[in-house]
């Protein structure tokens, strides 16, 4: 998944996926659990609880709010790394555990793209070094996703390639990272942002553009932000 520009609605829908898979079946839930790997420290918990509460109070009563609330957190363990070294251990760490988590459904991983200035400084000009570390990451990725079934959702900062004024140009499209990354990725989606509605009324409305490298197919879908989270139009 691509963020496109800032602002794009990309945690939104980090919150929105978190949530599906943390709540209970009685309320819409899948009741599974999720890995979350922060590596831009950008996971607020409080936006976290509040779209939680929201989703577990619009639904069908599921116990004390706080004993469900409690019950949807347990699903979910967060983890945080501060270099791509600190990553490929995290993933190694994760795999010599995976069959101890016979629930986990989902890896979110925010974001893959976070240490590539500092590795590509040093890497120096060896191209191979530069890629090392994350073309590690993203065969054991692989690994994993072979021998255990779940998904892995992981975000990936648009980086400027030309110097192209405008913000749609396909060259800030283009994948930059590592082949290994390129092969393990099958659904890419690219997010933006624009207002929408007239007079004193208009709303900022986000649209993810998915494309599959798979099927070759690709599909449009718009939401807006809420207070009880994604809402899709």
């Not at 996971?43 to 619009?58: F, G, I, K, Y």
């Not at 240490?115 to 054991?140: H, I, N, Q, T, V």
């Amino acid at each position: 998944m691509h963020e496109h520009q800032p602002r794009s609605g990309k945690t939104e829908l980090l919150y929105h996926l978190l949530s599906r898979c943390v709540l209970p079946e009685a309320a819409g839930g899948l009741e599974v659990d999720v890995v979350f790997v922060d590596t831009d420290y950008s996971l607020d918990m409080l936006r976290l609880v509040s779209v939680l509460d929201s989703r577990l109070n619009a639904g069908v009563s599921t116990g004390s709010d706080e004993a469900a609330l409690r019950s949807c957190l347990s699903r979910l363990l967060v983890v945080h790394c501060s270099s791509s070294s600190q990553l490929l251990l995290t993933l190694h760490f994760l795999e010599s555990t995976m069959s101890s988590r016979p629930r986990l459904a989902l890896l979110l991983l925010d974001s893959i793209s976070a240490f590539y200035w500092p590795d590509r400084c040093e890497g120096g000009a060896s191209m191979a070094r530069r890629e090392e570390k994350l073309a590690k990451c993203a065969e054991l990725l692989g690994r994993m996703l072979r021998d255990y079934r779940f998904t892995i959702f992981a975000t990936c900062h648009a980086i400027r390639r030309s110097s192209s004024a405008e913000p749609s140009s396909s060259s800030t499209d283009r994948p930059y990272l590592c082949r290994p990354w390129q092969r393990l990725v099958t659904h890419r989606l690219l997010c933006s942002r624009q207002e929408a509605g007239t007079g004193g009324e208009r709303r900022q409305v986000f649209t993810a553009h998915c494309t599959s490298s798979r099927t070759r197919t690709s599909g449009t879908s718009s939401f807006w932000v809420t207070d009880g989270g994604v809402e899709f139009l």
